[in-house]
């Protein structure tokens, strides 16, 4: 009997996720590679959280068991929630799929405003789901569009803000509106995977509306403002309600032991918190005026990466840019996205589009 006829119904037509920038595109002998294709935080981890691991390498034959309830204590505490509001998973892309898991049937909708984060889109492939997308407005989601699309059949809806490939966010205006309209039998999945990254004071979180009681998963992640994203570790904050089972789906000891003693570092780390902060605020200002001064249409960012067409064929586009070390990500042939790295890679990437555009 063939594999393919064993499989669960529904997995057998499972599509692939496909990781930004692998594999990686050859780089010529003797330039160096600057790797802006996948939102890593190119400033790196914690000084103190590098450190500290190093001291926690000879347990690693240990089970994670007595790391994981300090975890949830200390991200608890850093948001001023119960540990019981928290589920800790292999980066939020783990919890995304738990999520599923929890509350997907087949022939269930979801809603979400596309484009968005990949990881959403693949779900009907993987749950027998029906996606509802509503285009995004200004390259943000259109929530007023989604609450216009929920039937009694949606399930879940999602809302990745800011956005993501785009960078755009959603006004506190409008986002308030969606969950104070939202059904009761939906579930609200708010991926706020790059909210540290900012740069309003008066942006807020959708978390005010767990503390409300409301059926509101908001998801966030390590992998970004914290640079750990080799290491994974991905948390969802939710009402007790949702959390007790929810975190039944972190799978016995979950995220390693490693991550789990860094996340407890890296949270207290105000130093490199700001630090981190500033590097990407000051270099995606560099960049956005740099591509605004090429012509190049840009979507203002409040993410660690900047959208924008290059006017161009964007395969060709990206395939010069190689030829400079520099690694980028395409969307489709108009659209690209270069994410904020240290001065010098930014540096590096502004002046290898130089260079391309004077050969023209």
Not at 5 to 11: A, Q, S, Y
Not at 301 to 320: C, E, G, W
Not at 348 to 360: S, T
Request: hydrophobic share 40%.
């Amino acid at each position: 009997m063939n594999v393919l006829d064993l499989l669960n119904d529904v997995k057998k037509e499972a599509v692939d996720y496909v990781p930004g920038g692998t594999p990686l595109p050859p780089i010529p002998e003797g330039i160096t590679k600057c790797k802006l294709d996948a939102n890593e935080n190119q400033f790196g981890p914690s000084p103190k959280v590098v450190e500290a691991l190093k001291g926690y390498l000879d347990d690693m034959y240990l089970y994670p068991a007595n790391q994981i309830t300090p975890t949830r204590n200390a991200i608890a505490n850093n948001l001023g929630f119960e540990p019981n509001n928290i589920v800790m998973g292999t980066g939020s892309s783990s919890l995304i799929c738990a999520v599923a898991d929890l509350f997907f049937n087949p022939g269930d909708e979801m809603v979400l405003s596309t484009p968005t984060y990949i990881a959403y889109t693949l779900l009907e492939s993987r749950y027998g789901i029906t996606p509802v997308c509503v285009d995004n407005k200004n390259f943000a989601s259109d929530v007023h569009g989604m609450l216009a699309s929920i039937t009694p059949k949606t399930k879940i809806a999602v809302i990745v803000n800011p956005n993501n490939p785009t960078g755009a966010k959603v006004s506190n205006e409008d986002m308030r509106y969606f969950m104070e309209n939202v059904p009761e039998h939906v579930i609200t999945v708010v991926d706020e995977a790059y909210f540290e990254w900012v740069d309003d004071k008066e942006h807020i979180s959708m978390m005010e509306y767990v503390k409300a009681g409301k059926n509101v998963i908001v998801l966030r992640t390590f992998s970004k403002l914290y640079g750990l994203a080799g290491l994974r570790l991905g948390y969802a904050v939710t009402t007790p309600e949702i959390q007790q089972h929810l975190v039944k789906l972190e799978f016995n000891y979950g995220a390693n032991r490693l991550v789990l003693q860094g996340a407890q570092i890296a949270i207290k780390d105000e130093e490199y918190i700001a630090a981190s902060i500033n590097n990407n605020t000051v270099g995606r200002n560099y960049i956005s005026n740099a591509l605004k001064s090429f012509g190049f249409d840009i979507v203002e960012s409040s993410a660690s990466f900047v959208y924008f067409n290059p006017h161009r064929d964007t395969q060709k586009f990206i395939l010069d840019l190689n030829q400079y070390g520099v690694i980028i990500r395409g969307f489709g042939p108009t659209y690209v996205r270069v994410s904020i790295g240290r001065p010098e890679q930014n540096e590096q990437f502004v002046k290898a589009v130089e260079a391309i555009l004077a050969k023209k």
